[in-house]
């Protein structure tokens, strides 16, 4: 048997690649198909199947362009109909043979209507040897059961404990687990660092599955998550299709003084260091680097947003990051990268904008003696703590930015305030771009904390 668990880095992603003799099969590809045809070519294999768990929300899947390259079938879930131009209907039960192995359909709804797990089963084997649970089951957490509205989420959490308890958790402890998530995903809470898992340690271990009733389960689980902005995009491309992105990186490099002659609409995304942000960027510019911008570009930004990366010299692996990362979030129009923005913007006469930071031991002396500002803090709801300062505290988490940042009082000083400086950076940045002189509170929350308790 032919196994390959491909992570994607940034959005947390896990795809399959699974085989046997000469046919492999994929579950849930990510956009850019690459990897999975260099594989399976290398294995000797042909791809013939193509899974989806769900209709993802948070990646572009890459479905049609491996049935485009390879001929092969791709199957989606017949319980729910959402219009797909694409793919063929499994059902719970159903079965497809890949060499000796079967792969068999397990309707498991809960983060969606028609969510589908797929169990692998060797030759001769009643039980499975392993489940592939997409956005139901992850390590040490759960899918979300939130998409369909807070007036069907009692309903669809529900069915994700019918989904856990009745249908997987009796398959045996011994299965192993292989989820599309792992930590850092927007599709779960707290999902563990680890790469796979098995139904005994989820049952003994996994804080959700630790109670007593269905009713406790909804009670404890059933409740609305902050949705990113991009989300509603990838949901109408993983159902309609989306372009095909091939295997190149195609990337201009852009002058700034064209830009500011010809594309005043450019967003610039900054993605030199923290450091080097805060002592001089182009204004306008939004801080967003190689580690953070999967998780938050696409909740500042709009996909239809025309940007342009701003990077140092001989950075060329970081920007097929960059590029990669934001076309499988959906942002299609990617203009090109400006090398060395900072030069070329002083070159052409024009002044930086410097974004200040404050300390936290003068924000608590400031706080104390003035009452006309505004702490901003861009964590979410479920991150602030009772013992947290709340004096002027105005939370606008940073998922909901995009939409509330007009409430923010223009005649006031903004501190910005997160966990540990990085979203603050983002939040601040960005509200800076639209006019505010804000000023971001270095260490975050526990620093701050730290000195209060003192």
Known sequence: MFFKQIKTEGLAHFSYLIGDGKEMAVIDPRRDIGIYLE????????????????????????????????????????????????????????????????????????????????GLYEENHEKPYMIFTGDCLFMGDLGRTDFYGEENLEKMTGLLYDSIFNKLIPLGDEVLIFPAHGAGSACGDTIDERPYTTLGYEKANNSELQVR???????????????????????????????????????????????????????????????????????????????????????????????????????????????????????EKIKGFVANGISQWESIGKDLETLQTITAEKYIEIANENEDYILLDVRKNNELEEEDPSKNRMNIPLQNLYKDWEEIPSNKTIYVLCRTGERSTIAASFIKSKGYDPQVISGGIQTLKTLLNK
């Open 39 to 118: 594989e399976a070519r290398k294995a000797g294999m042909n791809i013939k199947y193509v899974f989806e768990t769900h209709r993802n929300e948070d990646y572009i899947v890459g479905s049609l362009e491996i049935q485009e390259k390879t001929d092969a079938k791709v199957y989606i879930s017949g319980h729910e109909d959402l219009g797909h131009v694409y793919g063929e209907k499994l059902y719970d039960g159903d079965t497809i043979k890949v060499g000796s192995l079967t792969i068999k359909g397990i309707h498991t709804p809960g983060h969606t209507l028609g969510h589908m797990s797929y």
């Open 213 to 331: 009733s269905k009713e406790e389960f909804i009670e404890g689980f059933a409740r609305m998550r902050l949705k990113p902005r991009y989300f509603e995009r990838i949901e109408e491309c993983n159902v309609k299709g989306a372009e095909f992105v091939g295997e190149e990186v195609l990337l201009k490099s852009l002058w700034l003084e064209e830009i500011e002659k010809s594309d005043k609409d450019l967003t610039l995304i900054d993605t030199r260091s923290k450091e080097a942000y805060f002592g001089g960027h182009i204004p306008g510019s939004i801080y967003f680097i190689r580690e953070n911008i999967s998780s938050y570009m696409g909740s500042v930004l709009h996909p239809d947003t025309p940007i342009a990366f701003i990077i140092d010299d001989n950075e060329e692996e970081k920007l097929k990051d960059l590029y990669w990362f934001s076309r499988r979030m959906g942002f």
